[in-house]
């Protein structure tokens, strides 16, 4: 047991020490100040940049930002279904899979446009090599880097500076952050095991019995599995994603995972200190979500390692940890911190089966998707952090007696507008309308495989994901169309797929854009406000008290909106399992 | 430099009063307003309460028939009892928000029916281009039109006095019983008001508004809130809460389908009574209240305000632009020393400052003679009636008197009494200049006294700083709110009293340009910034400010500039007038705070008790006794908590001048901690007495 916690413990003390390195050589890349690229990098983007004719030094609006962040988007996104719908003749397929039904192409296509990678496929079988690099690879950098840029454009408009150019803001973010951690990350996890070939399936004779063959799945994984990691994606390679012994064979891989899955969107708080230079607001702040990371973290660790009492009574034992759905090598306590962690940060990969965790796992990530700010996703996670320290500012502000302001700038209609509708509004939309149609037509549309409170679980769970951008599955929905290749062989393409295909569209595409513009536009408009002097009679926003204004905002506001959900599903479970009947 | 002619008119409680405002019927007006304002035309206005408004009708169509949409397993009869105790406590929950919001109205219509009454059609005397009078109506004078008025007469409509002298008693507007003296040419004291009364002589009038936009007519519709506009910050606020308003909305129309899969399916009365419980129904029932009634405060302070939002304003202000004379200081200098030079004793001094101020009638004049009098026992020496007084002319810059004997003795600005000592063959001794440094450094005024070609020493005047204007000044710089002096006096004399009063910075020599620069300058470094004038020449710098504050003494033009008119014209008011804005936002942000956090209990209060089929009933940490009994306490609490906060809403919470972090813990250890626990107990407690199973 103690071991455990020391893992959980080394892994969680390690992302806080690389946070104000990272993220103060994050600040000296987007505030365009000496790094150590550089030299080689810096005619690189020259070139890029006069290739798509941009003006570097040209500062865009909000609207010319969310714009550009969109219509690049739609270009990638055309791109990619098409070289999906046409992979059966395109290179790189050794494994001659043929082209998915549209509907999964298409909620691939968005999935990963959107840094979500929720996969209602299998790697390995529906896609070939081509689609997974050229597609779905390429997007891991590109939809990462547009979190970002989005993020840095957010945290420069709040500080009250010009929101910044979107094309160098995404050339900066791949050629100086994505690009190199990953190249270093991906040899890191080939010595450490983890294949990059571009051969096709291997058949080997079984230990067992020599007589039999079997076809072991492989690729190139380790430069994908590390920007899966990095990039917030979390779209497995294979279809189990990192509890694979390809994706993820050992400790090694699995520390180098969470912490390159967490370190983006927890630095980038460090990089806000930076630019509103002021650390000390960005470490108090860094704390809302540390605090609410470690509390799900124990919260789900404990339950794991206590396991289910129903299936204790029948080992006779009084504890043993819940092994079901986890890998072995990662045992009770890598596997819950994983599951924290990946859901938290809106990454996605998963080490192990959330659908097979205590309720109080289901709660705790389903807890990390609603509230989307427990370090949150590739840039945004930080700017819906501020957005909510925004609606703090507002609701509490007005205490002191002025109209209430952050950083000397006021908080008006306009801000409350945006700040509301954006934390407070898109994400019920996209999770509870789809989910309560999907619930209220539960034959036809769902495929659950479990009734009741973890069948409600499984379904929030999915749209939660798709709303938050995460993409990790509870699973245990048929949410699937046949393999290409068994459609070839005549299966029955599914309705309930085609419903789940097209439903998380819905809040895949409302939970990323509405949320990119609402934050470029509230940050344009806040950087164009004439900053007030601070006075003793100015709200500060930098303090301990204040900061437990905000959690306990985000707690009343956030939370609570999802409080039915979580009643109705993990809650239920629960008291379910403690009553004994599990 | 426009300085203000009024003293201090005694302390802040003693100026608060509401002139004739007759509040005995608000309550029985408001009740019957509560009911008025249930047309759905008006309740959508408010999106919180028109939610509940609509809520209650559905309410009431499943207490007619509780099987309307879809079969409930339960009972119907009993079923119908628990929907008509809903619709009841929704349908109070609405007429209590409108009652908030007619209570608070009351009050000022109440000050407008007086106001009114004042206004009454009167025959006017107007003066034809030809020189002879016609009567006309009140109602038909147009601006621009000449008015004759003679004592007795009520004052057909606001302008300027063109002719005569006379003594105007303005009770009406200012509650000051006080006849106020009115003739032409002096800037303050040549506007008159429609709707006050000329008690003695006559006056004619240049009449300067059309009929209908008075003065009067003005504050009627402000006080009444016929113009009352949403302030930004309220509009701000609606947003949010409408927002949380739909989100509830979604949430409780999802949470359907889910607890039907669960099979813990529940009846749509319920779900309203859900909604209804999560929405901000307490600060949606009480935002215009709170609004309307930081409008009265304002107004209970003799103070009118434009717009909500010059209210609002004053809570956001960063810098106080002061005059000096009469805002910081009495307006007049009074005797405090005696300098003598020239080996005159200081008795001699005294005695011959008295000769030459005894036909002195200014409070200057008047100091000195008492100084003397009580300080050093000078008696006068000669015969009055045979001495002459010689008064002050601003080419001489003296006064004195020339005594029977013919001797001249004269006071004055040094310059001049030196002129005149030497055109009476007099040596000026060096003393006197050292005199004349040490008072300027003191910050006072020195004044030379001189008995023909002899002088006698130097009288020093001081400016009087008003008593507790400095303590003021320091809660102000606590709350973060920096004071600038104005005054024309030079630069020494300015940093004495700049110092003594306890300001953060001055300005010396200023002019009315000077006035307008400070109030630019303070803007572009993104302040907010608030004056007091009422002058003609004040009216570009109070249009600058975003909080200009015109005495109601003060010219037409002052009072049309400005964003709020100050009846009793005390220009310190000011400052109360900060703590009032602060007030009203603070009241808005606690009542927020507080409306918001009481959700929690509200959860816990309903969600296991509805969902108990669900198993969670563990969740029910009040142990309230069933599902109905948990429902009905929630409603009961959300409904009651609006009167019980009525009172708050319309007094405002509690203003202390504290730093913005020392206000934050306080108020949110009132109102937001109390907001979280306050519900859990008073639900309980419902619980505990409401009959229900």
Not at chain 1, 170 to 192: D, E, N
Not at chain 2, 104 to 110: H, M, Y
Not at chain 2, 207 to 230: H, N, W, Y
Request: charged share 15%; aromatic share 8%.
């Amino acid at each position: 047991m103690l071991q455990g916690w020391i893992q959980i413990g080394l892994t969680l003390l390690i992302l806080v020490a690389i946070t104000p390195l990272f993220g103060g050589y994050m600040a000296r890349v987007y505030q365009e100040e000496k790094t150590f690229f550089d030299r080689i990098l810096n005619p690189l983007d020259r070139l890029l940049y006069s290739a798509i004719g941009v003006q570097p030094k040209e500062n865009m609006t909000g609207w010319q930002y969310a714009r550009a962040a969109i219509s690049s988007n739609i270009v990638m996104a055309l791109l990619i279904f098409f070289l999906i719908m046409n992979q059966g003749w395109l290179p790189l397929n050794p494994t001659r899979v043929p082209a998915p039904t549209w509907d999964t192409a298409l909620h691939t296509t968005i999935s990963f446009i959107t840094n979500t990678n929720q996969q209602h496929y299998s790697g390995e079988t529906y896609l070939s090599y081509g689609s997974q690099m050229l597609g779905l690879g390429y997007h891991m950098f590109t939809s990462a880097a547009t979190g970002l840029a989005v993020g840095i454009a957010f945290i420069r408009g709040l500080t009250g500076k010009p929101l910044g150019n979107f094309y160098v803001d995404l050339i900066r973010s791949i050629t100086r952050i994505l690009l190199p951690i990953s190249i270093v990350g991906a040899i890191a996890l080939l010595a450490a095991g983890v294949p990059e070939t571009l051969a096709g399936v291997v058949v080997v004779p079984t230990l067992e019995d020599p007589a039999v063959s079997q076809a072991i799945a492989r690729g190139p994984v380790a430069h994908y599995e590390f920007i899966k990691e990095l990039g917030e994606n979390g779209g497995g390679f294979f279809a189990i994603n990192s509890a694979h012994p390809f994706e993820n064979p050992n400790g090694f891989t699995n520390l180098v995972q969470l912490v390159a899955i967490l370190s983006v969107p927890s630095s980038l708080i460090y990089t806000y200190g930076v630019f509103a230079n002021n650390i000390k607001q960005a470490l108090l702040v860094y704390l809302i979500p540390l605090s609410i990371l470690v509390g799900f973290v124990i919260l789900t660790a404990i339950a794991e390692y206590n396991g289910n009492p129903a299936v204790n009574a029948l080992l006779n034992v009084d504890q043993a940890p819940n092994l079901e759905g986890k890998e072995v090598r990662f045992g009770w306590a890598q596997s819950a911190l994983y599951a924290v962690i990946t859901t938290a940060s809106m990454c996605g990969a998963i080490n192990s089966l959330h659908d097979s965790f205590m309720p109080n796992g289901g709660f705790a990530t389903l807890s990390n998707m609603f509230l989307q700010i427990v370090f949150g996703g590739q840039g945004t996670g930080t700017a819906y952090l501020f957005a909510y320290l925004l609606l703090a500012v507002f609701v509490t502000g007005l205490m002191v007696g002025r109209t209430p302001e952050f950083l000397g700038r006021k908080i008006e209609k306009r801000e409350v507008v945006l700040a509301s509708f954006l934390i407070l509004l898109v994400h019920p939309i996209a999770i509870l309308i789809p989910g309560a149609i999907t619930m209220a037509f539960p034959d036809q549309l769902s495929g659950i495989s479990n009734p009741g409170f973890h069948g409600l679980s499984q379904v929030m769970y999915e749209y939660a994901s798709a709303a938050a951008n995460n993409g990790s599955g509870f699973e245990g929905l048929g949410d699937s169309q046949p393999s290409p290749i068994a459609i070839a062989g005549g299966a029955e393409t599914s309705t309930t797929a085609l419903w789940w295909n097209l439903s998380t569209c819905f809040s895949l595409l409302a939970g990323r854009y509405i949320p990119i513009v609402s934050l470029l536009l509230l940050a344009d408009g806040l950087s164009r406000k004439q900053p007030v002097p601070e006075t003793v009679g100015t709200l500060r926003t930098d303090t301990g008290l204040f900061t437990g204004v905000t959690a306990g905002v985000i707690l009343i506001l956030g939370a609570l909106t999802f409080f039915p959900i979580l009643a109705l599903g993990p809650i239920a479970e629960a008291f379910l399992i403690s009553r004994g009947i599990g | 430099m426009q300085t203000s002619t009024t003293a201090t008119r005694g302390t802040r409680d003693s100026r608060r009063h509401t002139p004739k405002a007759d509040m005995s019927g608000v309550y029985q007006r408001a009740i019957r307003e509560s009911f008025v304002k249930l047309d759905p035309r008006i309740v959508v206005r408010n999106p919180v309460m028109f939610i509940v408004w609509v809520g209650t009708i559905v309410t009431l169509l499943v207490t007619i028939d509780p099987n309307l949409f879809g079969t409930v397993s339960a009972d119907a009869g009993n079923q119908r009892l628990l929907n008509g105790l809903i619709t009841l406590i929704l349908f109070l929950t609405v007429l209590f928000a409108n009652f908030a919001e007619a209570v608070a109205e009351g009050r000022g219509k109440a000050q407008a029916d007086s106001l009114r009454s004042t206004r009454s059609d009167t025959v006017a005397r107007k003066l034809l281009p030809n020189g002879s009078i016609q009567e006309v109506s009140s109602t038909e004078l147009r601006r621009g039109d000449q008015v004759q008025v003679v004592a007795g007469d009520m004052i057909p409509a606001d302008g300027e006095v063109v002719r005569g002298i006379a003594s105007v008693d303005e009770s009406a507007i200012t509650g000051e019983s006080a006849p106020v003296l009115k003739q032409p040419g002096t800037d303050i004291s040549s506007s008159v008001t429609g709707g006050t009364r000329i008690l003695s002589d006559e006056l004619i009038i240049n009449v300067t508004s059309d009929p209908g936009q008075g003065f009067i007519d003005r504050m009627i519709a402000l006080v009444e809130g016929a113009e009352r506009t949403k302030t930004p910050n309220e509009i701000a606020l609606t947003v949010l809460l409408t927002v949380l308003t739909l989100v509830f909305l979604i949430v409780v129309a999802t949470v359907s389908p889910l607890a039907n899969y669960v099979e813990a399916p529940t009846t749509i009365a319920i779900l309203i009574s859900l909604l209804v419980a999560l929405i901000p129904t307490t600060i949606g029932g009480l935002l215009s209240a709170i609004g309307i009634a930081g409008m009265d405060r304002v107004a209970q302070f003799n103070v009118i305000a434009t717009s909500g939002r010059a209210v609002e304003a004053c809570g956001d202000v960063n810098t106080l632009v002061l005059d000096k004379t009469g805002t910081i200081t009495l307006g007049n200098r009074l005797a405090d020393e005696f300098i003598p030079v020239n080996g005159h004793s200081v008795e001699e001094l005294a005695q011959v400052a008295l000769a030459a101020s005894v036909f002195d009638e200014t409070p200057e004049g008047k100091s000195i003679v008492q100084l003397a009098e009580r300080e050093y026992q000078a008696k006068v020496g000669f015969d009055r009636s045979t001495a002459e007084g010689v008064e002050f002319s601003a080419r001489t810059r003296m006064s004195g008197t020339d005594l029977p004997n013919g001797r001249e003795i004269r006071k004055g600005a040094v310059d001049a009494v030196k002129g005149f000592v030497r055109s009476r063959g007099g040596k000026i001794p060096a003393e006197i200049d050292e005199a004349y440094a040490r008072v300027s450094r003191l910050g006072g005024t020195p004044l030379a006294v001189c008995q023909d070609g002899e002088m006698y020493g130097v009288i020093y005047l001081k400016d009087i700083v008003k008593a507790g204007l400095r303590e003021r000044f320091d809660q102000l710089r606590r709350m973060g709110v920096k004071t600038i002096m104005l005054t024309g006096d030079n630069a020494i004399t300015a940093s004495v009293i700049a110092q003594e009063a306890g300001v953060d910075d001055f300005i010396a020599e200023a002019t009315p340009e000077d006035k307008i620069d400070v109030i630019r300058r303070e803007q572009n470094e993104g302040k907010l910034v608030a004056m007091t004038g009422d002058g003609t020449n004040d009216a570009p710098a109070l249009a600058q400010a975003n909080v200009g504050v015109a005495m109601n003494s003060g010219t037409q033009a002052a009072k049309e500039a400005a964003n709020m008119v100050d009846l009793d014209s005390d220009p310190t008011k000011l400052i109360d007038l900060v703590a009032i804005g602060k007030q009203l936002l603070i009241t808005r942000g606690a009542l927020t705070t507080f409306s918001i956090a009481n959700d929690i209990a509200k959860y816990f209060a309903i969600i296991p008790t509805i969902f108990a089929a669900a198993g969670i009933g563990a969740l029910n940490i009040m142990g309230l006794k069933s599902p109905q009994s948990a429902i009905i306490s929630a409603l009961i609490y959300n409904a009651l908590i609006i009167p019980a906060l009525i009172p708050l809403a319309l007094k405002g919470v509690q203003f202390r001048p504290l730093t913005a972090n020392q206000l934050l813990r306080r108020n949110i250890l009132i109102y937001g901690v109390g907001g979280v626990i306050a519900p859990f107990i008073a639900i309980k407690l419902i619980d505990l007495i409401i009959p229900f199973s």
